[in-house]
Every structure is written in structure tokens, then in C-alpha cells.
């Protein structure tokens, strides 16, 4: 999870000025811990507003979007979450090499994904260890209208079986999580260099038996090298961190047809 990022400041307001809607007003869909807003028909209209702003690709895009999450998560965002302009750029690489299906490996609270399907028509995955931020995901998912593409697993990575996927996506997936809040610490998850070690072993095994063609998508890497079978097609500097597209090599698999930066 990097903390390269520049923060940027939401607008006051209650309402949809400017696409976005302040925490207070900010639905969350049902779940454990989570609250259903007072007008919740008002927070879809407002929803579908964002996804507008996503799809042109604004500026605020980001802010608009985080506004959905609570307190405790949005403050985290430009730390542990993708930024939507880097998010953009992960889309224009999936129709450029035509993949369909997409797993994100420590999906957090489910703004990769979620966003991502607003984007694409790509299926999307995302594996979690931590219940309360699959929780988040899950409602993320159901407010904007893309959870019959985008499903959210729990469980510890390497533990829980991996599916398959023409992609898989890695931003820092096995850093530690650090929040300000008792709901969604879950100390209970344990992080230190045994954990670390085994996802990263469980990764590169994972990446080692994935057919030729799989690609891989890191935005500031994942904690360890890709295997020597996997060349890089694809990169973009123009971001806080460095993000880059991977092929497996093999029969017949060429590196046409994307675009770089």
C-alpha cells in the first residue's frame, strides 16, 4: 500500500454538487457494521452520477468516489487504494489485450474492482482476508450496479484457491493494513515475515503454473520478482508509483497491440 500520493482535498457540501456526496449523506448498502442511508433511492440516482464522472474520466473522479466510503477507509484511500487515473490506465491495457477475466489479490474495500467494472466489461474477483472490507466491497458492488461482474472472496491468499483469470492484479497485495478503527483492524489477521514469506511463495507459485498469454498487472509491485517467464509489455511512469504489464511468455503469445508510457 503506498503513501507516495498527494492528498487531494474534497469540496463542503451535502448533495450532488460536484458529484459527490459528504459521509453523512454517503449510503452503504446492507451488511454487517454497515448503514443503509435515509434516502436510498436518492443515493442510487447520486451513484449513477459517479459512475458518469468515472466514465469520462474526470478529475475528481477520485474524490467523488471515496465520498461512498466510511471515514475510517477513505482516510486510507491514497494509501492503500488505486487511484482512479491509474485504475483508467489498467483499463485501457485489459481491452488492448482483450482480457475478460480479472482477479485483484488483496482487494481491500473493493475500489479497484468495483471501478474497474465501470470501465471495462471485464469479470472481476477480488480475494480478501479481512471480512470487514469484503463487507465494504460486496456493498460497493451492489450500489453501482456491477456485482453480476465483480464478486468478492474471503480468505487468507494461498490458503483460499485462487481462480483462474486472464489477469491478476497487484498493488502491494501483502503490505499491513494500518487503520484508526476497531471495525476495521481486525487484529485477529495476522501480518509478520512468516505471513509475508508464505504469500509470497504462494504467489509465485501461482504465477509460475498460469498458463502462457496470463497477465500480470503490478502498480508498485507486490513484495517479490515475477518469474523469469514473464516479460514486460507495458509500463507507465507518469503515476506516484510505477505501473507495469506482464506477459507470460510462450507458444504463439506475442506482445502486439499495447500501448506504453
Do not use: H
Amino acid at each position: 500500500m503506498s503513501q507516495e500520493s498527494a492528498p487531494e482535498t474534497p469540496s463542503a457540501g451535502c448533495g450532488i454538487a460536484d458529484v459527490a456526496i459528504e459521509p453523512e449523506c454517503s449510503p452503504v448498502i446492507e451488511g454487517p457494521g454497515l448503514r443503509r442511508p435515509a434516502d436510498y433511492w436518492a443515493a442510487l440516482r447520486a451513484a449513477r452520477r459517479v459512475t458518469e464522472v468515472i466514465q469520462a474520466r474526470q478529475i475528481r473522479a477520485d474524490v467523488a468516489f471515496d465520498r461512498w466510503l466510511p471515514e475510517e477507509l477513505r482516510d486510507r484511500s491514497l494509501e492503500y487504494w488505486t487511484p482512479l487515473p491509474v485504475l483508467a490506465r489498467v483499463a485501457d491495457w485489459l481491452r488492448e489485450t482483450q482480457a475478460r477475466t480479472v482477479v485483484d489479490i488483496g482487494s481491500g474495500a473493493g475500489k479497484f474492482c468495483v471501478a474497474a467494472a465501470l470501465l471495462t466489461s471485464c469479470r472481476f474477483i477480488g480475494l480478501e482476508q479481512r471480512a470487514s472490507l469484503v463487507d465494504m466491497a460486496r456493498a460497493l458492488a451492489t450500489l453501482f450496479d456491477v456485482a453480476d461482474r465483480v464478486t468478492f472472496l474471503t480468505g487468507d491468499f494461498g490458503a483460499l484457491p485462487t481462480p483462474q483469470a486472464d489477469a491478476y492484479y497487484l498493488y502491494n497485495p501483502f503490505g499491513e493494513y494500518d487503520f484508526d478503527s476497531d471495525r476495521y483492524a481486525e487484529l485477529g489477521v495476522p501480518f509478520n515475515d512468516e505471513t509475508l514469506k508464505r504469500d509470497l511463495f504462494a504467489m509465485s507459485y501461482l504465477l509460475a503454473q498460469a498458463p502462457a498469454g496470463t497477465l500480470v498487472i503490478t502498480y508498485n509491485g507486490f513484495g517479490g520478482p515475477l518469474p523469469r517467464s514473464y516479460e514486460q509489455i507495458a509500463v507507465d511512469v507518469r503515476f506516484p508509483c510505477v505501473l507495469r504489464l506482464w506477459r507470460k511468455r510462450g507458444w504463439g503469445v506475442g506482445s502486439a497491440g499495447v500501448r506504453t508510457a
